[in-house]
Nanobody
Framework: QVQPVESGGGSVQAGGSLRLSCAAS???????????AGWFRQAPGKEREGVAT???????NYADSVKGRFTISKDNAKNTLYLQMNSLKPEDTAMYYC?????????????????WGQGTQVSVST
């Protein structure tokens, strides 16, 4: 059973940075042959939305709201997916989830995700 586990959330002031990590038991990140995986977020009263995804061979996709500020990456040796978040804004406040799909491509939508982590909270204050 694939089980993503997120870490790295916290509270920061606007303009600050955080790096989220996702360690996935039961799944191995490889140079090739990976499933599509990514980060999603859900703010109170809102639907879960895609933030950033990564698929072979290193193709990344970002929501317009985070382009230029967030970077998704993976470290195969550490079997970990990351989300580097810079220039954080109060509107980035949400629970952030790591998701792994059974699809090779196109997992930007939450319906494409088969395995979810429990989430890590990110709070950005003014």
């Amino acid at each position: 059973q694939v089980q993503p586990v997120e870490s790295g959330g916290g509270s920061v002031q606007a303009g600050g940075s955080l790096r989220l990590s996702c360690a996935a038991s039961g799944y191995t990140f490889r140079t090739y042959g990976n499933s599509c995986a990514g980060w999603f977020r859900q703010a109170p009263g809102k639907e879960r939305e895609g933030v950033a995804t990564i698929e072979d061979p290193g193709i990344t996709n970002y929501a317009d709201s985070v382009k230029g500020r967030f970077t998704i990456s993976k470290d195969n040796a550490k079997n970990t997916l990351y989300l580097q978040m810079n220039s954080l804004k109060p509107e980035d406040t949400a629970m952030y989830y790591c998701g792994i799909s059974r699809l090779v491509r196109g997992c930007q939508g939450r319906a494409a995700i088969s395995y979810w982590g429990q989430g890590t909270q990110v709070s950005v204050s003014t």
